[in-house]
């Protein structure tokens, strides 16, 4: 009993120092954030920026959003471009600049862990993230006339599983992104298929069958399914106890890309420049 206690208090203790570890390293990067304009530019103008198109193109073609509600089309369209932009595209440049400038090798030869050193680098724009949503549903959902979720649960699912798969994600893809002007065109190809292949801007009941199926693997679609399917029911308007069946197919596929993105951090990860 009293090696089962001393266990317990020394994991405790553990999960303590790292939770520390994580949040002094945190304030350097939030520190590091707020510093770089472009950075707070691409977080915070560029996805409102977005929204606003994506909200006329929305407004414009109601026909393509089905039994769906064109609020809840723009809530879902809010959402994918935070999690494009601001998660994924901002982390991408944050690590590769902390990469490029030694910061990450250096850290490394301290106490902090690969997994706490990773996790305190997104923390800024996961915070930012989080928070544009906050108020993208407190503000505008009065303003669009949003009813109120059919399945909470199924909805931050989506939510918290979306941003932890694109971190891994903007992680791994800097293992073929030279440098921080490069990102721009090593970002383009998921942000490109995440934005068109996804269901956000074109719902797959409009598309072809055989195109839909495949489409749904790409690694925004199972968020965009969680996230209508939480707020209200999907296209079929489901409710509470049935959201959880028709949730299964989309959050094994998010897991499946959680952990195709954990995989590819543990191999291609790198924490100092390349030299050729």
Partial sequence: M???????????????LSVRRIWRLSRAEFTLFWRNKTAVVTALVLPAAMVGVYAFYAQSNESL??????SVYILTGIVVFVLLFVVY??????????????????????????GEILAAGAMPAVVVALAQIAVAV??????????????AVVLLVGLVGGIVAFVLLAAASTAFTKNVEFAQISTLPVLMICTFGSGALIPFSALPDAAAAVLRFVPLAPVVDLLQLG????????????AFGQARRPVAILVGW???????????????????
Avoid: C, H, Q
């Fill in 2 to 16: 009293s090696t089962l206690s001393s266990s317990i208090n020394r994991l405790s203790s553990i999960n303590r």
């Fill in 65 to 70: 959003t089905g039994n769906m509600s064109v």
């Fill in 89 to 114: 595209y901002n982390l991408v440049t944050a690590y590769v600049a902390r990469r490029e400038e030694l910061m990450l090798k250096r850290l490394r030869t301290g106490e902090a862990r690969d």
């Fill in 138 to 151: 407190g503000v505008g959902g009065p303003l669009l006339d949003l009813p109120g979720p059919v399945n």
């Fill in 231 to 242: 707020w209200v029911g999907g296209p079929d308007g489901v409710g509470f106890a049935e």
């Fill in 258 to 276: 959680i952990v195709v993105g954990w995989l590819a951090v543990r191999r291609w990860f790198r924490w100092e420049p390349r030299r050729s």
